[in-house]
């Protein structure tokens, strides 16, 4: 027998179809259940509806950002020590970001009072972090080298040799993959975009010949061994790929050279590597082993903090905000900088001195210099940490690497065309005011732009960048060769122990 619910569920759907009477209709659907409500309405079964449930919930699932998911799990779970070099490594990779977007503005790159007209808010001392890209470039390079090799460095202290000798290998086989996979299919990306929408560029070769094209792209992209600064066709922010990976392959070496050797011993040839660096060589190379040497002091420091050098370490640690502002303000430093007031008097010591004839190798110093110094200071200063420590520096630090790899096509096919629309929007301010208008437009784009360029990185971060993380550990434990497996012999076996005796 039905149950008195189970009947009074069947006359409502009677009543809820009797089209001829309204009052009905309203009873019966007060009568129904959600569940039974989302039936009746989509004409869904039950499985058809927690199908479409389900689907709908995962699609929320993929558009929300990650930083909603994990910011109340951040604030109770602990950070690492080093935590404040992924949330500064993702505050530079949005400096970089806005730098690229600041191409929209023609007077930002202008130093504060080098004309009567320079005299904006973006041009002041400082306040010009914000659009100096090339400078935060040096400090990935900076923070790389430093988190390339800090458990390196301990485990050489500690004389694990074994393990470092893992973890040397480990990280030698899985950065390759870690770096070029994201950035071949960014590379790819924008290639297949400008196909698809640029009728222009579709016309200057054949289809064979945009294939020819993105093949010499990637192929420049993905080889380690080639001599010259890389520039791309597509994607022209990748220039900085093949750099990381070469300065990867220096710290390892280094590293794996230096490991057993004292401290004495160790960075005089560090710091050695790093001036032959900078003044003979690749001068970005030079960063990677500061970050290095930076790593092998850090430790030395926190393993001689008493007496005497206890007070050192306290007055080195109170000057870190002076020292971090100066890097700022070095590292910011404007076009036709010897030109700007402030850094007239810089460019003459450099050039008298240090013999910095030519003008890039000014700018060259100052990036490099404020990047030590920024990082440094960071580095040796809780109070300084603080900034880079929060959720959502964090979460930038997340998404650094895709932010980095999509932001320049998304201000390529997105805000610049916007451009025109948003200028045409703010022309009644007049003509007397066209900095505030051109302003007002540009901020106006931003407000546009940026959420869908957060999104994408998010989007790029999850289904990309984590699995090119993985799949480059997948490969690494199919091609290591197991311990008990046989197939190579110990070294005590390979190698008869008088072998390498000296004889007298």
């Not at 558009?63 to 500064?88: E, M, N, V």
Request: net charge positive; charged share 20%; glycine share 6%.
């Amino acid at each position: 027998m039905l149950s008195a619910s189970a009947i009074h569920t069947s006359q409502a759907f009677n009543r809820f179809y009797d089209a001829g009477d309204p009052q009905a209709d309203i009873e019966a659907r007060s009568a129904l259940s959600p569940k039974t409500k989302d039936r009746v309405r989509t004409g869904l079964g039950n499985g058809q509806l927690q199908r479409r449930t389900r689907t709908n919930q995962q699609l929320r699932d993929i558009i929300k950002p990650t930083y909603f998911f994990k910011r109340w799990h951040q604030k109770s779970q602990k950070l690492r020590p080093t935590a404040w070099l992924d949330g500064l490594r993702g505050v530079a990779a949005l400096i970089v970001t806005i730098y690229h977007y600041a191409y929209l503005w023609p007077w930002a790159q202008t130093g504060w009072g080098v004309s009567k007209d320079d005299h904006h808010f973006m041009q002041f001392y400082v306040v010009r972090i914000i659009t100096s890209g090339g400078f935060m470039v040096r400090i990935f390079f900076v923070i790389s080298g430093y988190a390339l090799s800090t458990r390196l460095v301990q485990l050489s202290r500690d004389r694990q040799y074994v393990t470092l000798f893992e973890s040397l290998s480990s990280s030698a086989f899985r950065r390759w993959i870690r770096l070029m996979l994201p950035s071949a299919v960014s590379m790819i990306m924008e290639w297949s975009l400008t196909i698809m929408f640029s009728r222009s560029y579709r016309a200057k070769r054949s289809f064979f010949g945009h294939l020819g094209a993105i093949y010499h792209d990637v192929i420049g992209l993905t080889n380690a061994f080639q001599i010259g600064k890389y520039r791309p066709e597509f994607n022209k922010v990748l220039w900085t790929i093949p750099a990381e990976l070469k300065g990867s392959v220096i710290v390892y070496m280094l590293m794996l050279g230096l490991a057993r050797t004292r401290t004495v011993v160790k960075i005089p040839i560090l710091l050695g590597a790093m001036i032959q660096c900078a003044w003979t060589s690749d001068r970005l190379l030079a960063l990677f082993v500061a970050g290095l040497l930076m790593a092998e002091v850090d430790l030395l420091l926190k393993h001689r903090r008493i007496g005497a050098e206890q007070r050192w370490t306290h007055f080195f640690t109170s000057v870190q905000p002076y020292t971090f502002l100066f890097g700022i303000y070095l590292g910011s430093h404007p076009n036709k900088m010897d030109e700007a007031p402030g850094y007239i008097l810089i460019c003459s010591i450099l050039r008298n001195v240090f013999g910095l004839d030519h003008y890039w190798m000014l700018e060259e110093a100052c990036r490099s210099v404020g990047a030590l110094l920024v990082v440094g200071s960071t580095n040796y200063s809780s109070i300084l940490q603080r900034p880079f420590t929060t959720s959502f520096t964090q979460y930038l630090g997340d998404v650094s690497f895709s932010l980095y790899l999509i932001h320049f096509y998304i201000l390529e096919w997105i805000a610049k065309p916007l451009v025109p629309y948003s200028l045409a929007l703010f022309r009644f301010l007049g003509p007397d005011h066209k900095t505030l208008s051109y302003g007002c437009a540009v901020a106006l784009i931003f407000a546009f732009v940026w959420p869908f360029q957060f999104l994408a990185s998010d989007l790029y971060t999850r289904f990309i960048d984590a699995k090119a993380v993985k799949l480059a550990k997948v490969l690494e434990v199919w091609a290591i060769v197991p311990k008990d497996s046989g197939h190579c012999l110990a070294i005590d076996e390979a190698v008869p122990k008088n072998e390498f005796t000296l004889k007298s």
